[in-house]
């Protein structure tokens, strides 16, 4: 079983810098896919990027393409989400995910953090 914790969060304006980041317990991390979700107010849960077990492959939905970067360090149990010229668009709750399955749906990923909240003023 895995934990997830994110951190991270805060207000900042549009064209602004983010550095999430996604603490994970258990052995086993290095061996889970992880995945970032967004979810704003009103919404579904969307996906945002996603990185393989061994870090060398890496997939972003279209709306972050070029401006958010996922990373992983499985030495210290951790995934990393580095969002730069954020818009108000980008304004959501973050989520990170765990899942033994590489994916872009919920459903790929069994592990889910409580969530760290975004907000980029116009």
């Known amino acids: 079983q895995v934990q997830l914790v994110e951190s991270g969060g805060g207000l900042v304006q549009a064209g602004g810098s983010l550095r999430l980041s996604c603490a994970a317990s258990g052995r086993t991390f290095s061996s889970y896919h992880m995945g970032w979700f967004r979810q704003a107010p009103g919404k579904e849960r969307e996906y945002v990027a996603s990185v393989t077990w061994s870090g060398q492959n890496t997939h972003y939905a279209d709306s972050v393409k070029g401006r958010f970067t996922i990373s992983r360090d499985n030495t210290k149990n951790s995934v990393f989400l580095q969002m730069k010229s954020l818009k108000p668009e980008d304004t959501a709750v973050y989520y990170c995910?765990?899942?033994?399955?590489w994916g872009w749906g919920p459903k790929e990923y069994e592990y889910w953090g409580q969530g760290t909240q975004v907000t980029v003023s116009s």
């Open positions: 995910a765990a899942g033994a399955i």
